[in-house]
């Protein structure tokens, strides 16, 4: 029996049947039969996964840095200077790596309302990563020397903010690839960058805001 030859789909759907070639299928019976074991069994694809074990394992290390801020603020108290200094260095970080999801989102807004292209959304992600990635990098090591104060629930939220904006950052890297990659992207895929997308919001507003609430 001829092979036939088998392609992954464009998308990272699950569905890939055998090919529906007329005459292709053997005749009912025994005859049938014996065709039939000589027909080659095309294991349905494995759905890609959104993100993979890998990139999920990274995602989570960034709360690993962040936890090791945590216990550096708790140790450092840093003359009125460097606080100072740390405030300012502080705020250009939100304006550097909020301002920079804010633009990517922006674009993914544009497009959901059919204004712009889904390529576009993923050349700004990329192109925004380093900004995105210095912004909170750098609120992360200026917030270690602003003297937080963990007895406080909103801190603990704020810090726990950071923590879903730095895992999240990582899977929408992940994600934004994957959807530069395809031609048709899946809906599971896109559903998954849009999900993404507002969790990432969220968690850069709520912080800003607790940030805000905090200041001194
Ligand atoms: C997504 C990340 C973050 C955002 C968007 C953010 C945002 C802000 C904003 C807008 C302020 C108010 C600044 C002002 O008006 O002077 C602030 C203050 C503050 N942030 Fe953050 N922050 C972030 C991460 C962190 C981290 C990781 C820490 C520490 C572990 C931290 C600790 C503080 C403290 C202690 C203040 C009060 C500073 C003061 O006025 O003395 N922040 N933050």
């Known amino acids: 029996m001829r092979s036939w030859p088998r392609r992954r789909p464009a998308s990272d759907g699950a569905a890939l049947t055998l090919p529906a070639v007329a005459g292709a299928l053997p005749p009912a019976g025994p005859a049938g039969q014996a065709g039939l074991a000589g027909l080659a069994v095309v294991a349905r694809p494995q759905r890609e996964p959104i993100v993979t074990r890998a990139e999920l394992a990274l995602a989570f290390s960034t709360l690993i840095v962040l936890a090791g801020v945590v216990l550096g603020s708790a140790l450092v108290r840093p003359p009125p200077a460097v606080h100072t200094a740390a405030q300012f260095v502080h705020l250009a970080c939100v304006v550097l790596g909020l301002g920079s999801v804010l633009a990517v989102d922006w674009f993914g807004l544009r497009w959901q309302l059919g204004k712009g292209t889904l390529r576009e959304v993923v050349t700004t992600a990329a192109a925004l990563a380093v900004p995105i990635w210095l912004g909170l990098g750098g609120l992360m ?31 929408a890297l992940a994600v934004s690839r994957r959807l530069a990659a395809r031609t048709t992207p899946s809906r599971r895929l896109l559903r998954a960058g849009l999900l993404m997308a507002a969790t990432s919001q969220l968690a850069w507003w709520t912080a800003t805001v607790i940030g805000f609430l905090n200041r001194s």
């Not at 629930?153 to 923590?163: D, F, Q, R, S």
């Open 141 to 171: 090591l200026s917030g270690m020397l602003l003297s937080p104060d963990y007895a406080s629930t909103i801190t603990l939220v704020k810090v726990a903010m950071v923590g879903v904006a730095g895992v999240v950052g990582v899977l």
